[in-house]
């Protein structure tokens, strides 16, 4: 375990590389690096993983210049906040949970849209406040440029309302996903099938972001 540790602070030192950090801040990042193992491996040798993870997440936070940690807002407000009808479809069903482990927690809400075209939309949102820089690590456009195109498929990051985005698109199938990233916390991740993408923005829209903008400071320590 305390190897696999290791492991997750080797990846998160190469995130200055991939994401064009100057000198100074790398060099701070790696001396946070250092230290966080040390405190890793002392605490996974005396058995506390939940420690040994915390000792991580914290480590995360700083490298990455993160704001802190936050509690995750209720996953009911995150579910209010998908509406019953966007752009043209019916929501069919919807969902939302928290969960956590060792210290950490997210809160999610989800919902499923389709229309009689058999158009379908599925959108998720994910707080990512209590871990928002060990998370971040599984969105690898987040911390890197994409741009790919062959005849029948696309992928770009992009700017979407003033956030960071991904989106993906196979006109050959008419299949697509819009990821965005809101105030360096909310991931909002919506896949669609016989729609083409703009359809998939317009739900997207239809979510308003402002609204989880507006919560980016809720739960946030200090």
């Not at 490298?63 to 996953?75: L, Q, T």
Request: with cysteine; charged share 30%; proline share 2%.
């Amino acid at each position: 375990m305390n190897r696999t540790l290791l492991s997750l602070l080797a990846v998160a030192v190469l995130v200055p590389a991939v994401a064009g950090c100057g000198p100074s801040r790398e060099e701070q990042r790696r001396e946070a690096a250092e230290e966080a193992a040390r405190d890793m491996e002392r605490r996974a040798e005396e058995g506390d993983l939940a420690g040994a993870m915390e000792a991580f997440g914290n480590a995360m936070e700083r490298m990455a210049g993160g704001e802190g940690r936050a509690e995750p807002v209720d996953f009911r407000r995150l579910r209010d906040v998908l509406p019953e009808e966007a752009a043209g479809l019916e929501r069919t069903s919807q969902s939302g949970e928290r969960g956590g482990a060792l210290g950490m927690a997210v809160s999610q809400a989800e919902a499923v849209y389709e229309g009689d075209d058999g158009a379908r939309v599925e959108v998720k949102i994910v707080d990512l406040g209590n871990v928002p820089q060990i998370a971040m690590m599984g969105y690898g456009w987040a911390l890197a440029e994409v741009d790919r195109e062959s005849n029948d498929e696309y992928e770009r990051t992009m700017e979407f309302q003033g956030h960071r985005g991904y989106e993906k698109y196979n006109h050959a199938n008419q299949s697509g996903e819009l990821n965005v990233l809101v105030a360096g916390r909310f991931m909002v991740e919506a896949s669609g099938r016989n729609v083409e993408m703009d359809r998939i923005k317009a739900v997207v829209e239809a979510v308003g972001l402002g609204n989880l903008e507006a919560m980016k400071d809720e739960g946030r320590e200090g």
